[in-house]
């Protein structure tokens, strides 16, 4: 549809960015794998067989 493109505002630098309702942050999580349960890698990495 043709109009005016939407602007985003600036952020001043002590206001946090707010997330979409619904949604989380995956920010300090840690990536477990599904195939042996161990942290730090995931089940396309994982060299360890069940």
Same mark, same amino acid.
């Given at each position: 549809?043709? *109009? *005016?493109? %939407?602007?985003? *505002?600036?952020?001043? #630098?002590?206001?946090? #960015? #707010? $997330? %979409?309702?619904?949604h $989380?942050?995956? %920010?300090? $999580? $840690?990536? /477990?794998? /599904?195939?042996?349960?161990?942290?730090?890698? =995931? %089940?396309?990495?994982? /060299? =360890?067989?069940?």
């Amino acid at each position: 549809m043709p *109009r *005016r493109p %939407k602007m985003n *505002r600036r952020m001043a #630098k002590d206001e946090q #960015k #707010k $997330l %979409k309702p619904g949604h $989380l942050s995956r %920010k300090g $999580l $840690l990536m /477990t794998c /599904t195939q042996c349960g161990q942290h730090g890698h =995931n %089940k396309r990495s994982c /060299t =360890n067989s069940k």
